[in-house]
């Protein structure tokens, strides 16, 4: 079982910026996958920006540009610098941790509580 906390969220301006960090409980550096995902209301939960198992990133069309996704291994803990915020960035933001096993069918997905951004003057 890994635990995921997300923090960072709250409420900002359009225009500005947060950065979001997610701690796991265990190491996100060996055949693990992990990004960010968040859900507004009355929407279905979508990808934001992601690490691939190929070492590269991916982001939604809305994110790039202005979100970028780091890692640090040594603690555990991914996070997502936010920039140029607007009202529909306003969401709940979910930390997914993707264990990669060596026999696909036993992968396993993780995910935390969320932070929730609010986006708005």
């Known amino acids: 079982q890994v635990t995921l906390v997300e923090s960072g969220g709250g409420l900002v301006q359009p225009g500005g910026s947060l950065r979001l960090s997610c701690a796991a409980s265990a190491s996100i550096s060996s055949r693990v996958d992990m990004g960010w995902y968040r859900q507004a209301p009355g929407n279905q939960r979508e990808l934001v920006a992601a690490?691939?198992?190929?070492?590269?990133?991916t982001y939604s069309e809305s994110a790039r540009d202005r979100f970028t996704i780091s890692r640090d291994n040594a603690k555990n803990t991914l996070y997502l610098q936010m920039t140029s915020l607007k009202s529909d960035d306003t969401a709940v933001y979910y930390c997914?941790?993707?264990?990669?096993?060596?026999?696909?069918?036993?992968?396993?997905?993780?995910w935390g509580k969320g932070t929730l951004v609010i986006v708005s003057s």
């Open positions: 690490f691939t198992s190929g070492g590269g990133t």
């Open positions: 997914n941790y993707h264990s990669r096993a060596l026999n696909p069918k036993y992968d396993r997905d993780y």
